[in-house]
Structure formats: C-alpha cells, structure tokens
T-cell receptor
Framework: AQSVTQPDIHITVSEGASLELRCNYS??????LFWYVQSPGQGLQLLLK??????LVQGIKGFEAEFKRSQSSFNLRKPSVHWSDAAEYFC????????????FGKGTKLSVKP | EPEVTQTPSHQVTQMGQEVILRCVPI?????FYWYRQILGQKVEFLVS????????KSEIFDDQFSVERPDGSNFTLKIRSTKLEDSAMYFC??????????????FGPGTRLLVL
C-alpha cells in the first residue's frame, strides 16, 4: 500500500540550531516527493520537490531535502532554524500513474525556542 | 505570483444543508484537485479533475460530493447534505499545464467548514 510516514509528531529546536525532519514512504513506482509547510490557519506552501536527477534538492526559505532510494526516505533539513520556521511540515508522495493525487504524511509540528 | 484562491475562508452550516466551496485555480493550469484535512489529521485526497471530468476519486468522495467547473475560472466542490463528519478544512489545488500526474500542485488557503 502507498503511504508516507513522518515518525516525529512534534519537534522542538532552539533558534539557530539545525533541523532534520524525517519522512519515509512506501510507493510502488518511482515517486515524486514533496515537502509542504502549513503555518497556523494558513494553506499549504510548497517548500521543495524531487522528481528525478540530483538527489539533494534545494527549496525555499533555506530548506533542502535528500532523496535516498535505498532507505525510501526524503528527509528535510535546514542548517539554522529561524523562529518564523515554526509551523507544521508535511511530506507527500505522488506519481504519474496516480492521476496526480498526493499522499500525505501526518505532519510534523515544529516549535522553535528562542 | 499566481495563486490559488478559495472562498469562503470559513463556512458554518447546519447538518443536512448543502454547501458549495469555491476555488479559482491558477489560470493556465489544467488539473484540479480537492483535498480535506480533518482537525488534527492528515491531508486526504478527495478528487482530481481534468478536461471537464473526474480523473480519480477517493473512497471519501461518495455520492454526497460533486465537483464542477462551471466556467473558465471557477472550480467548485458541492456537498449535497452535510454531515457532522464533513467538518474539516477543504483545500483546492491545481497543477499543469505540463505532465499529468503529480506535476507540482499549488494549494489554496483552504475553506474551514464547520457542520453543526
């Protein structure tokens, strides 16, 4: 079955510290992978995506993610977190055969300590 | 930068009433989607729409739901007879005009629906 697992429900980091949010997926074909961010009361903003090619992808707001096929993972990283990064982060997977519907993980809520 | 818009931002309705949620996708996009997020749960796919017909729908998208593109700009989700469990945030998304499938989807800000 196709699924996305984000094992961390809630993470708290100090401002300026590094961040890694985990995402594992189960998908029958080569997946397209996405990270979205949702600030309180807001919609889903695309942070970055992986379709093919270089497995390290850069996104907006200083985020990056690395696709590791052998581990079925697509972890999100940021070297130095800012207070404004506090939000909920969703990993999603999709593919050409799926008519485009995305499968989302349950999300990881990020809190940032001053 | 083009964006997906949704109206209303909030909707309160009585159980059994019909609601229509409206979306204006990005103008040159060809693929349209509805998702929902029940409070505290993950975002779930409802339906995708292309070339004036449904491409795919999930088990959630039963006969109470329908979608329509009534004109060249709007994309609507109708819930015929709302139930308490329909209370959720409903997101519209659009993608294209490139490949079908998971071409990058851009999401609107959502409509929060509360069924009393």
């Amino acid at each position: 079955a196709q699924s996305v697992t984000q094992p961390d429900i809630h993470i708290t980091v100090s401002e300026g510290a590094s961040l890694e949010l985990r995402c594992n997926y189960s998908y029958g074909a080569t997946p397209y992978l996405f990270w979205y961010v949702q600030s309180p009361g807001q919609g889903l903003q695309l942070l970055l995506k992986y379709f093919s090619g270089d497995t390290l992808v850069q996104g907006i707001k200083g985020f990056e993610a690395e696709f590791k096929r052998s581990q079925s993972s697509f972890n999100l990283r940021k070297p130095s977190v800012h207070w404004s990064d506090a939000a909920e982060y969703f990993c999603a997977v999709g593919g050409r055969g799926s008519q485009g519907n995305l499968i989302f993980g349950k999300g990881t809520k990020l809190s940032v300590k001053p | 930068e083009p964006e997906v818009t949704q109206t209303p931002s909030h909707q309160v309705t009585q159980m059994g009433q019909e609601v229509i949620l409206r979306c204006v996708p990005i103008s040159n996009h060809l693929y349209f989607y509805w998702y929902r997020q029940i409070l505290g749960q993950k975002v779930e796919f409802l339906v995708s729409f292309y070339n004036n017909e449904i491409s795919e729908k999930s088990e959630i998208f039963d006969d109470q739901f329908s979608v329509e593109r009534p004109d060249g700009s709007n994309f609507t989700l109708k819930i015929r007879s709302t139930k308490l469990e329909d209370s959720a945030m409903y997101f519209c998304a659009s993608s294209g005009p490139g490949l079908a499938g998971a071409e990058t989807q851009y999401f609107g800000p959502g409509t929060r629906l509360l069924v009393l």
